[in-house]
């Protein structure tokens, strides 16, 4: 309460209690209001809950749900069924002492869904072991098979209980849930046989039927289609039956009435020759009525009686959307006025008022015709069970899926723990009933009743274990006692389909006393030890429907018991807390019901003694004589009326077969119709007799042959009733009461709609104002001083933050800063009593007020508060690590010593035996050599074949294994540079191999031209004249280089171009061959040792008049004389030459080329005549190897 109380203005109120206008229907009906359209739909009355049905799902019945709710304080969270339940767990365990939960309300309000709520939160949170498990789980799984068998769709609800349901949860002394009973009350037995129109019967049957194994249903002989089943299409073609006894005016009886009318595509024929009433004839009456789109035409020519004629009434009833218009001005009969008929009978949506007993529209029963139209001294009796029209198609409902909930059943049966053979004989139970509704009867010549010997009999017998024979004469026959004889009577047709229904209906409801009784069996707790109880009674809440019969006038009876038992219950629990807390009571105004308690209730005078005793009584008891004796014994009672004791204006209101009680939630009025039936509720003994003879375990056991049979009759089933409802209220006297209160928002069950005057009506007959009344009586509001003061103690400053004294003492401390006045308070002995909402309000106004400074202050404390524990965590933390670390850091550094010594102290033994033979001492150290000198060689290996100086010195140790190594890495080497090599470059190595044969050691500048790569030619095609080019051709040029040739005589140099062809060498001036000398003419080609590019072709000279030798020098010296060893295929005939070489200037002519070192190069003709040629010395990497 106090969590929420600032939300009051959006969500409203969560607590009636603290409703200003508490005495204003509209007030609450406001609170209500407001709160479901914020999808609140729980608010409190003290401790009741008030429920309104969401018709929607709203996410708020979680297992979070339930932890938020477990051990909390009732009015410290929002309003929660979870709430109601936990605080009546724990003050059960608190006080070790028994208590109920009582939740009512309209059928589709979610009575039968707030106890499955409360069952699975007790499922949660009470403790759990394998043997509590296995309780909470038969608990759980006994709703759905009540359900089953106990719950059917109606108009307001698809899942509508048909039964009350108290159910007993027993738990020990630490909260474990350990056994459950269940009572149930006042089963809908009628529903079996029949149903209204768009309701069905009880969900077992059609579970059965739309979910039941294909085995299964062909064992107990049934198809899988509920339309093929009479008792579940009730609503069909049935026939007026008995007319002729219902009507009499004078001493005319309509005679075979009920072959007159029926229902179908059949006409009303010959009624002119059926009913006549002294000198009236109703002529042509089968051209009046007629089926189809057929207007009801000139009636008023048709009938006529005595001087009353039936005007304009082809202007009343018309086919389609056409209204009955002033039926009242159209028929007039003696001093009777139809009145108002034309605000009562329209078509579309419009209610049928006063005249919807009589004629409804659509596939409706109609029913009470007897009791609106009346004239003289005829009664129109039981005229509601001749017409029956339409067909019953209501066999599924889209909100229920029967075949889901028959796995469900099925499944909770074997959790329960039923034998195979009891579920066998209970779903053959349910079978038989089905076969029972289509077994048919037909008159023979004498008129009695006789069976076609029909599938369904053989079917019966099977399954009820029962002979054919012996069924066919129970439902037939009747035995009578003739003195000391007993006598076998023939039934009539309609006394066979009521000893047949009346069968159907006691199968049924004594087998769903012994379900019940079995799930008590396997739900009863071993344990002999004392144990708390927490009762759930999930009960029909008050009814008011169009026309109230028998079921309506018991659930308001019992409605009345638990009004009166709730407003002493709550009346003594508001007086014992104000006498214990030493308050003053105050008397509370509130409408006590006991007067229509004994109204009903009352021995020998209350309705159901003289409806018992009219059903006892000898003689033609009926409904109407019923009503008689009422109207005789109770006529001057303020809460009793009939149409006869009721003045002129109330009159109008009630009709002739109706009586009406002022209950405590309003005007009910009820028809007398079935009244002795329903009461009675007998069922022949020879039928009885019948049922003994059963092989099925279950129907033996319903039909006990110890059962009493003698003359007497049994209790009425309002007797009955009555005793239930007095051992159910000495039940709930025993224990604490709780209580829920379901409301639905709208009839259509449509979330988000709420209609107001549904809902007062609700609030009105659930007596929601009569218990707000009895809490508010007094004091609004109370608390325990403990509680009151720790929420509002910020409020003053003498009990902020903490109070010393008494928590009362506090308390009025507190108050007095408050300002409250001496009669807005009470100083109880444990709790203030607060009078009005409004001082409660303002003071939660101004909590909310200082609850922002007191957040802004507690912030700030507790922030210091963290940020000087953080700091001190971390210091302390820090000096921790750092203690840790210096100790590692130190343990490592002495054991990092420790083991450089051991390193050490070996590496000198080693050293010191390294030249020994292996031993023990010397082991380690020289396998840190070898890995040492591995590890450097590693990183110093040499880059190319040619480089020999780069290969690391060995120790001794590794001479043998360096050596090794050395050759396969340059073997390694060799096969990587060979295999790197391209054809190119392998020719060109070849070439270079060839020069390096001839000079390699001997030509001085020689390896300077190792890096120095050769090309094909030196001087291209085009550069070589075109008439040199055209004379020299035919012999392909293979190389060509650019010279400087020295003259034979004089030496003075010229510009020359060498060219190679394939047979000669030409020295060619511009476009002049200077001279040819053929490969074969050439003799040799020296060249001096020296760095100069001189080399001297030698010619073979046979004539004079042949050139000499040519001396020549070439920049491409290498490239020239390989090329040319290499064209004319002469690789020997090169000559190094060291000093001086002659050459012949002619044959028989010589000259000499001296070559020598010097300071710079110099090419000059010596005094003695020589070409001398000097050149710079170079160090040739060859001889400085040599």
């Not at 589709?108 to 789980?137: H, M, W």
């Not at 001036?1069 to 760095?1091: C, D, H, M, P």
């Amino acid at each position: 309460m106090e969590g929420s109380l600032t939300a009051r203005d959006r969500v409203g109120i969560q607590d009636f209690v603290l409703l200003d206008a508490y005495t204003s229907e509209s007030a609450v009906l406001d609170n209500l209001r407001k709160r479901f359209n914020e999808n609140l739909i729980y608010t409190y009355i003290g401790t009741l809950l008030v429920s309104v049905n969401p018709y929607k799902e709203l996410g708020i019945y979680t297992k979070k749900q339930m932890d938020i709710y477990m051990g909390v304080n009732f009015f410290e969270l929002p309003p929660h069924i979870y709430a109601l339940a936990d605080n009546v767990y724990r003050t059960m365990l608190t006080e070790t002492n028994n208590h109920f939960i009582l939740i009512s309300g309209e059928s589709g309000a979610g009575k039968t869904e707030a106890s499955k709520k409360i069952l699975q939160f007790y499922a949660v949170s009470c403790p759990s072991t394998k043997l509590l498990d296995n309780v909470r789980d038969r608990l759980l799984l006994s709703n759905p098979v009540l359900e089953a068998f106990g719950n059917a769709k109606t108009l307001k609800n698809d899942n509508s209980s048909r039964f009350g349901k108290y159910m007993d949860i027993q738990f020990d002394h630490m909260g474990g849930a350990v056994g459950g009973h269940i009572l149930s009350y006042l089963l809908e037995k009628s529903r079996v046989v029949h149903q209204n129109h768009g309701e069905r019967s009880f969900h077992i049957f059609y579970q059965l039927v739309e979910g039941g194994e294909e085995d299964l249903l062909r064992w107990l002989g049934l198809e899988r289609n509920c339309q093929c089943y009479s008792y579940l299409v009730q609503v069909g073609e049935v026939t007026y039956q008995h007319y002729s006894y219902l009507v009499q005016v004078g001493e005319v009886t309509y005679q075979h009435y009920s072959y007159l009318v029926q229902v179908g595509e059949v006409t009303y024929q010959h009624y002119s020759y059926l009913v006549q009433v002294g000198e009236v004839t109703y002529q042509h009456y089968s051209y009046m009525v007629q089926v189809g789109e057929v207007t009801y035409q000139h009636y008023s020519y048709l009938v006529q009686v005595g001087e009353v004629t039936y005007q304009h009434y082809s202007y009343l009833v018309q086919v389609g959307e056409v209204t009955y218009q002033h039926y009242s001005y159209l028929v007039q009969v003696g001093e009777v006025t139809y009145q108002h008929y034309s605000y009562l009978v329209q078509v579309g949506e419009v209610t049928y008022q006063h005249y919807s007993y009589l004629v409804q529209v659509g596939e409706v029963t109609y029913q009470h015709y007897s009791y609106l139209v009346q004239v003289g001294e005829v009664t129109y009796q039981h005229y509601s069970y001749l017409v029956q029209v339409g067909e019953g198609e209501c066999a599924k409902v889209s909100s229920v899926n029967d075949k889901s909930d028959w796995k469900t059943v099925r499944k909770a049966l074997s959790v329960i723990e039923f034998s195979e053979s009891n579920i066998e004989s209970l779903f053959a139970i349910i079978a038989s009933v089905l076969h029972l509704g289509n077994v048919t009867f037909v008159a023979d010549s004498q008129g009695y009743a006789t069976l076609n010997n029909s599938p369904e009999i053989h079917w019966l017998s099977k399954l009820l274990g029962i002979p054919a024979q012996v069924i066919q004469v129970g439902l037939t026959h009747r035995k009578i006692e003739a003195r000391s004889e007993e006598v076998l009577s023939p039934f009539t047709v309609d006394q066979a389909v009521y000893a047949k229904d009346a069968l159907a209906k006691a199968i049924y409801g004594r087998t769903f006393t012994w379900l019940v009784n079995e799930l008590n069996e396997s739900l009863a707790n071993k344990d002999s030890s004392r144990k708390t109880v927490i009762g759930l009674l999930d009960i029909y809440g008050f009814e008011v429907f169009s026309v109230n019969s028998f079921e309506q006038f018991c659930i308001n009876y019992c409605n009345e018991k638990l009004q009166q038992l709730f407003i002493q219950l709550t009346l003594k629990s508001e007086q014992e807390e104000y006498e214990m807390e030493g308050i003053e009571w105050e008397s509370v105004p509130y409408f006590n019901n006991k007067i229509i308690c004994d109204l009903v209730e009352a021995k020998f005078k209350g309705i159901i003694s003289v409806l018992d005793e009219e059903c006892l009584r000898p003689g033609e008891a009926t409904d109407m004589t019923f009503l008689e004796k009422l109207e005789e014994k109770m006529g001057g009672h303020a809460h009793f009326v009939t149409h006869k004791l009721a003045d002129q204006k109330t009159r109008k209101t009630l009709e002739r077969g109706d009586f009406r009680l002022l209950h405590y939630a309003g005007e009910v009025t009820y028809s007398v119709v079935g009244f002795l039936d329903k009461n009675n509720d007998l069922l022949y003994r020879n039928i009885k007799e019948v049922m003994r003879q059963s092989k099925n375990a279950i129907v033996k056991h319903c039909f006990p042959s110890t059962e009493p049979d003698s003359k007497k009759r049994p209790e009425t089933v309002a007797t009955q009733f009555k005793s239930s409802l007095v051992g159910l209220t000495e039940i709930l006297m025993s224990k604490e009461p709780w209580y829920v209160r379901c409301m639905k928002p709208n009839e259509g069950k449509k979330p988000g709609l709420f209609d107001d005057v549904l809902v007062r009506h609700q609030v009105k007959y659930l007596g929601l104002m009569e218990h707000l009344r009895v809490r508010r009586a007094g004091f609004a509001y109370r608390r325990r001083y403990e509680i009151f003061l720790q929420r509002y103690k910020p409020l003053c400053p003498d009990t902020w933050p903490n109070w010393k004294g008494t928590a009362a003492e506090g308390v009025e401390c507190l108050v007095k800063h408050l300002g409250y006045k001496p009669d807005e308070y009470k100083m109880g002995r444990t709790k203030i009593f607060i009078r009005h909402p409004r001082t409660l309000f303002a003071t939660e106004d101004a909590f909310e007020v200082c609850k922002h400074e007191l957040a802004t202050r507690i912030q700030a404390k507790y922030k210091g508060y963290r940020v000087k524990g953080d700091y001190m965590r971390q210091r302390q933390a820090a000096t921790k690590i750092e203690t840790c670390w210096r100790g590692m850091k130190a343990r490592r550094e002495r054991e990092k010593r420790a083991w450089a010594v051991k390193v050490i102290k070996r590496f000198i033994k080693g050293f010191m035996t390294r030249n020994q033979p292996a031993c023990v001492d010397n082991t380690e150290y020289l396998a840190f050599v070898r890995q040492n000198y591995l590890t450097r060689l590693k990183e110093n290996l040499p880059k190319t074949v040619v480089d020999k100086n780069t290969w690391l010195t060995p120790p001794p140790i590794m001479q043998e294994a360096s050596q090794m190594l050395r050759k396969l890495y340059t073997r390694h080497m060799v096969r990587r540079y060979v295999q790197g090599i391209m054809t190119e470059r392998k020719a060109q190595l070849q070439i270079k191999g060839l020069t390096s044969s001839i000079f390699k050691g001997t030509k001085e500048n020689y390896p300077h031209s190792v890096g120095i790569p050769f090309v094909d030619t030196r001087i291209s095609e085009e550069d070589i004249h075109i008439k040199v080019y055209q004379m020299i051709r035919q012999e392909r040029i293979k190389y060509s280089v650019p010279v400087v040739k020295y003259d034979r005589n004089g030496f003075r140099p010229r510009f020359r171009q060498l060219i190679y062809t394939g047979s000669a060498a030409y020295l060619v001036e511009e476009a002049k061959i200077k001279q040819r000398v053929e490969f074969n003419n050439l003799k040799g080609v020296s060249v001096s040792t020296l760095s100069d590019n001189f080399l001297i072709l030698h010619v073979q000279c046979e004539d004079i008049k042949q050139k000499g030798d040519l001396v020549l020098q070439c920049d491409y010296l290498f490239e020239a004389l390989t090329k040319l060893c290499l064209v004319a295929n002469k690789h020997n005939f090169i000559k190094v030459v060291q000093g001086s070489v002659k050459f012949d200037i002619q044959p028989g002519r010589e000259g000499f080329v001296d070559f020598k070192s010097g300071q710079e190069t110099m090419i000059y003709r010596a005094k003695n005549g020589h070409l001398m040629v000097e050149s710079t010395r170079t160090k040739s990497r060859a001889m400085i190897q040599n």
